[in-house]
């Protein structure tokens, strides 16, 4: 039995990776900033502690961790009311991250999974898929501060003999998701009328499950050490279809209108709303086949399966408010 120490431990992700992990045996523990969860009711042990930055003292929280998850970062903000936007993801992304690595190198831990964003490669793709190959090109103080975060893994890790692995993973779904995709959900389930029919775009995501799956080969896997992963659901799909899907495992109508798309991008631009609109609109793919190889893995939950998941869960939060 391994100890495996999760940072964001009560995040989206995090919750969902300790639970799974749990099941698989591990002795986990987890870190959260909140004290108000009760911790009785989990299946891992958490510790408190304050935000993620280069103050923290990690000593007492790594006593016998064989294995370090780290998911705690400040995460993409829509509306950030920072003055200085990069400085406030540097602090916790990769002050935090950095200050982390220092104690890695003096522990027992063994290995090291680093959570990142297939944003530092951008926000769109044209003619081809992104591959962990392709030069970074980040175009936000957030993608930007989790590429930071990643050459300094690389960096302090290669220099403490610490093995590590980078997750670079797209929009992730699942039950407990928040965001543009719980606002999606809403709008859905109360048979609003969406302009996107006319949208042809193609977009990778990954359901919650399938990103946990990754990141538990990647702990143990001998072939991991080094490397930078994409990962995705391994089936694209368009807003619309999106949409035809999540209606579909909601049993309601696909109420979709067909504007077309230069009409959306000018009343984004009016709104100020022209980078979202260019998200919704546009593509964004990643190429997993490289990540399939080397890991002898594939994803084990398909898009439908996964959609279904998460609406399942939706309707349930709707039966009890």
Not at 276 to 298: C, F, H, P, Y
Request: hydrophobic content about 40%.
């Amino acid at each position: 039995m391994s100890r495996v120490l999760v940072s964001g431990a009560t995040g989206f992700v995090g919750h969902h990776l300790c639970d799974l992990l749990a099941s698989l045996g591990n002795e986990v523990v987890g870190t959260t900033r909140s004290n108000t969860i009760d911790s009785g009711s989990l299946s891992y042990e958490l510790k408190t502690i304050p935000d993620i930055g280069d103050d923290v003292d990690w000593n007492p929280i790594l006593d016998g961790v064989d294995y370090v998850v780290h998911l705690a970062a400040r995460v993409h903000v829509m509306r950030d009311v920072e003055k200085d936007a990069l400085s406030a993801f540097r602090r916790v992304n990769v002050a935090g991250t950095v200050n982390l690595l220092r104690y890695l190198g003096s522990s027992r831990v063994k290995r090291l999974i680093y959570l990142s964003t297939v944003k530092v490669h951008g926000d769109l793709t044209n003619d081809r898929p992104f591959s962990a190959s392709d030069s970074p090109a980040p175009n936000d103080p957030y993608a930007q501060s989790k590429l930071e975060a990643e050459q300094h893994v690389e960096q302090i890790s290669a220099e403490a003999g610490l093995e590590t692995v980078i997750i670079r993973p797209p929009l992730v779904y699942g039950p407990g998701v928040g965001g543009n995709f719980a606002s999606l959900l809403k709008m859905i389930h109360k048979g609003i009328p969406l302009p996107f029919g006319l949208i042809n775009n193609s977009r990778s995501l990954v359901s919650v499950e399938n990103l946990c799956s990754l990141i538990c080969e990647c702990l143990t896997n001998s072939a991991a050490p080094g490397k930078t992963f994409l990962v995705s659901d391994y089936d694209d799909v368009s807003t619309p279809e999106l949409i035809r899907l999540v209606a579909s495992s909601m049993y309601r109508p696909a109420r979709l209108l067909p504007v077309p798309v230069s009409i959306l991008k000018l009343a984004a631009t009016m709104l100020g709303q022209s980078a979202a609109m260019s998200r919704l609109t546009g593509s964004l793919q990643v190429d997993i086949g490289e990540t399939m190889r080397t890991l002898n893995w594939k994803p084990p939950v398909s898009v439908p399966d996964g959609i279904r998941t998460t609406t399942a869960w939706y309707k349930l939060q709707q039966a009890d408010d």
